[in-house]
């Protein structure tokens, strides 16, 4: 019997051996670093940021003058006759002018209604929205990441408390079986304990399982080769009170939403502005440096012709109407503007309530995780208890088991709990723009 019992024993062993996986740790720092390297919604992100870069940039203002180089040749081969004023006629077959030329040309534009310096301050905006754009893409990143972070913590954690567990019935086994051979107790207790074990042993291999799943969801995230796994860290430190207090007192103004909405709201009024550009003169200068030449024939008065030198001009142009296009263009620019205006009013609303509901989350959440560690300690005393009198034959194997559920239920929820309260101060932090801010 007691080789029965080793022989089983060793088959559950190799079963759960072969559920571990080589893993190399990963600390949230590192897993930040990759993530924000690697990331492809991040890596889109950054790209745009240097779209806008290039666009606010000197070269795309409409500030700078435009320069242009032209040149030319021509050739002519003619039959000509030409009569002249005294009445003499020539007659020339094949009669050949060339001609050369060669400039450079300049244009700028002196004033424009002040529409190129509105567009300019526009690009500008439009770069520091796209900031905002990549912050909040990098935020909703990590929300992400740490959401399957800590479940491959808390799934990590559960492992532990399973293998416990595990350890804890594979221990009742061999004292039941030991008991059953010296007939202190009958073969029940040693069959309790077979199916026990088998139980503790399917919860020990689905975990595993379950495990390798969401690690390989942590790698699409990060990036990386889905069958490279990790050893995570399970440690977490909860923001203090009187840090979240200061942060909350600002928080509407640094929410990246709120800042994204005051950002379009400047960026519509600097349309705006651009658009009445139209409705006032432009002032162009122009200026060119050009070489011309050409050799004619006999016909002509001249037998050849040579020029270089400077021109200059300043021109005015006055859109006086044009058919109503600009007035339609501004009144449009202005409803844009109003719409900017009433969508920042409902972004605000929208975030204060985000705000309150997180923060209420939090505060709960936190609460029911002190809750759970009391209770874990509860459980682990009853369960001790209940195993000294199991030992003592006060109570049964079923008893005993019930107090082992109950402590593993506990601790299983207090990881639960952990992790779903700080998760639920990473979103709060978002919400309140300190995500980034803050040590994770």
Do not use: C
């Not at 001790?384 to 194997?397: A, D, M, T, V």
């Amino acid at each position: 019997m007691i080789y029965r019992t080793v022989t089983f024993l060793f088959f559950f062993a190799i079963t759960i051996a072969h559920g571990q996986v080589e893993t190399k740790p990963l600390t949230k720092e590192e897993a930040v670093k990759i993530a924000l390297k690697n990331n492809f919604g991040v890596r889109v992100a950054q790209n745009n940021v240097e779209i806008a870069d290039n666009n606010k940039n000197l070269l795309n203002s409409n500030f700078l003058p435009s320069l242009t180089g032209n040149a030319g040749a021509s050739y002519d081969n003619n039959d000509q006759e030409a009569t002249f004023q005294d009445g003499s006629v020539r007659a020339i077959d094949g009669a050949e002018t060339t001609r050369y030329n060669a400039s450079v040309n300049l244009n700028y534009t002196l004033f424009d209604g002040l529409g190129r310096w509105y567009d300019y301050k526009r690009l500008k905006e439009e770069y520091q929205l796209s900031e905002l754009q990549a912050r909040e893409t990098i935020e909703t990143t990590m929300i992400q990441l740490f959401s399957i972070y800590y479940e491959v913590a808390r799934i990590s954690e559960n492992i532990g408390v399973l293998r416990e567990t595990y350890s804890s019935t594979e221990d009742r086994l061999k004292r039941a079986e030991y008991s059953f051979e010296y007939g202190q107790n009958n073969k029940l207790d040693v069959l309790n304990a077979e199916v026990d074990l088998v139980n503790d042993s399917i919860n020990l291999m689905n975990e595993r399982q379950l495990l390798r799943n969401t690690l390989r969801d942590l790698n699409i995230v990060l990036n990386q080769d889905l069958e490279v796994f990790y050893q995570v860290d399970t440690t977490v430190a909860f923001t203090a009170p009187l840090v979240m207090e200061d942060f909350l007192a600002s928080g509407p103004e640094n929410n990246v939403r709120m800042l994204q909405a005051k950002k379009n709201i400047t960026i519509n009024d600097y349309s705006l502005k651009a658009g009445k550009s139209v409705f006032l003169p432009t002032i162009g200068l122009t200026g060119s440096y050009g070489w011309n030449e050409g050799n004619f024939p006999a016909t002509n008065f001249l037998a050849s012709s040579s020029s270089t030198g400077f021109s200059a001009g300043l021109n005015l142009t006055w859109n006086l109407f044009d058919g109503g296009n600009g007035i339609t263009q501004v009144k449009n620019a202005k409803i844009l503007l109003d719409s900017q205006e009433i969508l920042y009013d409902q972004v605000q609303l929208e975030i204060r309530r985000d705000i309150a509901n997180a923060h209420g989350n939090y505060l709960n959440l936190l609460k029911v995780f002190e809750l759970q560690e009391q209770n874990v300690e509860t459980a682990t005393n009853n369960f001790e208890r209940s195993n000294e009198r199991y030992k003592l034959g006060q109570i049964s194997s079923v008893e005993l088991r019930q107090a082992q559920i109950n402590l593993l239920n506990a601790k299983t929820s207090k990881n639960q709990a952990k992790y779903t309260a700080k998760l639920a101060e990473l979103q709060l932090l978002q919400f309140i723009g300190q995500l980034l801010n803050v040590n994770l």
